[in-house]
């Protein structure tokens, strides 16, 4: 215990504190059981003092482990791919406790497909209202979206168990609370106990809106219709709703993960869409390679813009930023259609460089969403349509070499001090592209670190 914590501890027990002497000097004229009570009282505040003391110290350990481990700070705009990468982290250095959240995610994927298929209804819905045209098909499909409807009392009901009140049905997404709190919810989530005399089957669960799974399963094959009908995907087109553009959509998968048998593989973990609306730090111990039983601590701060003028105060200490920013040249921010999510990102790695707090911390950028890229220069997207600077050249290559170069010039111009440009290009999705991805970036941190004096 510290000479500082000593000294608080004999300020409050000691002769000298007043409530001692106060104490003392009524006891002597008390009677046994006035005497006796005040003992009790005194050895309760006795044991309080010890207990603070006690906290102090456990917490001035804690913190002086967290000083001593490995600091990762996830930065980057809302949907930029930090929780996959995260749990791509988790995958290839403590694959045990990922594994272990695997119930958690297949709840987080079946609300996705819940959500998907919410969001197909209500656009099905906006054009029945609005047009005259009937198709051939829409009595057959009116019957479909009745059927599904016990799917959206199942998504009311989870969703109002792990999102905040006031945001739950403000976003698309599913929004959580942070520090895992959401996920221990749905680790406590337990079928509905039936009324007496009735058995739990899969009927009543599918009406008490309490098993996703048992009500997938029995929707199947409306569902499979629902999504590869013609008139269904004319519709979706004609507003421009591209579903499976959005993270989180497993509609192509839906005979797989509709199975009453259904577990997640580490890929469908890695799609499934949650947003954490603050901050949210995660505790790993490496159980792989040669820095095995190492803690490390990665934060993600959150992406929205409303939330990065609460960033600063997680900048201290860190010694490593793993920076996203997919090539979304031709999307908007959710927050505020009028920017450009990749001039976006430009901007704020702008201000991460050249911020004097991290100074000393080593940045590797990842472009991440290299499918995406790849596809959207596929549909014959031009990139000079969204970003006049760019000369020419509508391929992968071509367009990451342009913003490679745009990246790593604010890199060296900005930084307060020389420090390495660190640059990958990741699908965030592919896991074993991943894994050998961050062995690499973990490798080149050790090195970067032991040859500063760091060790980590």
Known sequence: MSLVMSANRAARTGPGNP????????????????ALVKDMAFQ??????????????????????????????????????????LRNFQLTFAPSQFHAERPIWKAVIQL????NIKRILEVLTEEWQTTTVVAPNTR?????????????????????????????SQHRDICVRPNGEWKSLIRSRRAGSPPSGV?????????????PTSALAALKDDIITLWEDPGVQAVLKKRHVRLEETPGFFMNDIARVADINYEPTDCDMMRARVRTLGVEEHHFVIEKGLDVGTDVYVTDVGGARSHRARWVPYFEDVQTIMFLAPLAFNQQLEEDPKINRLEDSIMLWKDICSNKILANAIIILFFNKKDVLSATLAAGVRVNKYVPTYPDGNNVDAVTKY???????????????????????????????????????????????LKSGEMI
């Open 112 to 115: 996705n497909v819940i959500r």
């Open 199 to 211: 058995s739990p089957d899969r009927n009543y669960r599918l009406q008490n809106g309490t098993d």
């Open 403 to 449: 913003f490679k170069h745009r990246f790593r010039s604010y890199h060296r111009r900005l930084s307060p001090s020389e420090r390495p440009f660190i640059f990958h290009q990741t699908t965030a999705i592919d896991t074993t592209e991943m894994a050998a991805l961050l062995i690499g970036v973990r490798d080149t941190i050790l090195r970067i670190n």
């Open 19 to 34: 409530f001692v002497q106060r104490w003392a000097a009524t006891s002597q004229n008390d009677s046994p059981e006035a």
């Open 140 to 168: 057959d499909l009116q019957r479909i979206r009745l059927g599904l409807s016990p799917l959206l009392f199942i998504e009311t009901n989870l969703t109002k168990m792990i999102s905040p009140g006031e945001v739950a």
């Open 44 to 85: 309760k505040a006795q044991k309080i003092s010890k207990e603070i003391d006690e906290n102090i110290s456990e917490s001035k350990k804690v913190l002086d482990k967290k000083k001593k481990s490995a600091q990762i700070l996830l930065l980057g705009q809302s949907e930029s791919g930090k929780s996959a990468i």
